[in-house]
């Protein structure tokens, strides 16, 4: 085994006390010495997702946030709402870390994969936003030859998220898709998916803009939810792509509700006669962000009776599916990491740029378009 010791590395920490007060800082920590089947990856490229915005601030936000020192020395600290902590109360006085996934090159390794030393890999699990990771095998993959880590860093939760959708669409007898905040990464490459795989997609946006990026891409089917013929438009997609299953990014107000209703007029289009209950045809719609955090409005007239409306996450999702599905979707990725699967990115910044409050708020945004690579081995003079 290749000795770990005298590895020191940085990591960002967020930790709540029991008294409701958010804490984020950098901490300085011993990489552990790899058993015999684990890597030490040196991180050089990690993505900020929204769901790590969700590790990171948990139910807080940035309004009143005071920030303190600079450099690997940054403090932030908030006020989490006392009507939240009851929820959380499991990560309460947690020191937790931070970052679904990865990329880097193994620069330690145990006796079993002592061949992997050198290699490029990425790395999915949490705690990436880091220096060092230590990973087992289920955690990572090697990249193809010539991908870097900056290539490597996004090949996880959009990409196994974006060909989740596929799968669970094929597995519940489903034919085409509707999805939400379709201008993002993850709908970018939903749609060079369907588009490869012959499927009917139908992207909601919510600008001009947005609409023309992704018909500039190919996409058949894009509605704008700020436009004045938005349900029309919806109805009409709908009816010619057949999609009974949505995936929605935004969650909060009633878009999901109107996915709903739209698929529930498209499908009365080609109904034979009048029937009481609506159409018989399964309508469904999952939840799988948090983009709006506001509550989930609707309106079930409109929907008949065949319907659903529930959560999706991608690591349940991926064990229902099994494990065979979730290694061909992974071998899918490393094959199109550079076409398909490819991610752009807003900035690149440090770690300890991570905390700056310029740079918080801009991130925290969500904004459709905007990804953030941080580079954890740069900027930390």
Known sequence: ?????????????????????????????????????????????????????????????????????????????????AAALPAIAARLDASLPVGNEGAGTVVRAGADVV?????????????????????????????????TPRDGASWYVNPMTALGFVETMRHEGHTALVHTAA???????????????????????????????????????????????????????????????????????????????????????????YHHYGSDRHKQVYLYGRLNTGPTTFERVPLGFAWGMGGWLLRPALKKLGAETEARLRARVASELKTTFASHYTAEISLADALRPDIMKAYCRRATGEKFLVLPQQGLG
């Open 1 to 81: 085994m290749v000795d770990g010791n005298g590895l020191r590395g940085l990591e960002l920490r967020s930790r709540i006390s029991t008294g409701g007060v958010l804490e984020l800082s950098l901490h300085e920590v011993a990489v552990p010495t790899p058993e015999a089947d684990e890597i030490i990856v040196r991180v050089e490229a990690t993505p900020i997702n929204p769901s790590d915005i969700g590790v990171l601030l948990g139910p807080a936000g940035l309004d009143g946030a005071g920030f303190a020192g600079t450099g690997t020395n940054a403090v932030v600290r908030t006020q989490v709402p």
């Open 183 to 273: 201008a993002s990464n993850l709908g970018q490459m939903l749609n060079r998916i369907c588009l490869a795989d012959g499927i009917g997609l139908v992207n909601i946006v919510r600008s001009a803009q947005q609409a023309a990026l992704l018909r500039g891409q190919g996409a058949a089917h894009v509605v704008d939810s700020s436009a004045s013929d938005f349900t029309a438009a919806l109805t009409a997609a709908l009816a010619e792509t057949g999609a009974t299953l949505g995936f929605d990014a935004v969650s909060g107000g009633p878009l999901a509700g109107q996915i709903l209703a739209a698929m529930e007029a498209a499908a009365r289009q080609t109904a034979s006669g």
């Open 115 to 147: 061949d992997l030393l050198g290699k490029r890999v990425a790395v999915f699990g949490g705690a990436m936003w880091a220096q060092y990771r230590r990973a087992k095998a289920a955690e990572y993959m090697v990249l193809p030859a010539g991908a």
